[in-house]
């Protein structure tokens, strides 16, 4: 069953397209991947599923219904959540505080105000129970009262990814995870991905530039060029594509 169907979508700013009729859906429960060059439109496109920004045209459903017209909030509320290029922490909060931040939404949010002190506590403790259960998921307990701006590149990409489970999330669309993570920690990330979706069946959607990164993981790789889809299939099938191999791998593939 598909959980999220893309159909022929695409959105333009100013004289700029960066998302040229793109269609595709993805099966509930799978590890999709989403390679391609910088500029390719990758990021455009989480933008318009998550609706950061609106489509133009198409249509974008979630579970059966439509999507497109909403709030990004309503949208990540609907059990669809992102992270963005470029982790962001909060480093004056702790570990465990950055995470409860996801709990209780926007703290401007004016229902907070109308907490009880005791009401508020007890939601306090809520939070915290829950933020520690994700840390554990990541292996990040011991850092949860520390600054979260002592911690490392990888350590605020594996936080990135404990506060995008906060809601209990079917679908994560993750944005270049990797970027910037030595290869010790990108495997890290990568077993704490595929035990996620073994115990708690979500849903993956994840941009990376590099293929040989998320060969393994992934059980579809769809690869965009310049605002469009240019091949989708098997992991191997893209390896072996002579197009995408020519126009997009270049010389890691062959060696050169
Ligand atoms: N909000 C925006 N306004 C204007 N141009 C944008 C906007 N978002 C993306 N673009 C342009 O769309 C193109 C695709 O960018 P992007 O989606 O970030 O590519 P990728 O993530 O594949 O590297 C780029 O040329 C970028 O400058
Ligand atoms: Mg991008």
Redesign the pocket.
Known sequence: MAILEVRDISVS??G?K?VRGVTFSVEAGSFTSII?P???????LFNLISGV?KIDAGEISFKGQTIHKLHAHEIASRGLVRTFQGAKVIKRLTVAENLMMAVQGNPGDSLWRFFTPRSRSKFEKHARELAMERLDRVGMTKYADDFAGILSGGQRKLLDLSRALMTNPSMILLDEPFAGVNPTLVEKLLEVLASMRKQHEITFLL?EHDLETVMNISERVIV?AEGKIIADGLPNSIYENEQVVDAYLGSRKRGA
Do not use: H, Q
């Open positions: 700013f100013g700029i960066p391609g910088n500029g390719a439109g990758k990021t455009s920004n941009i965009m």
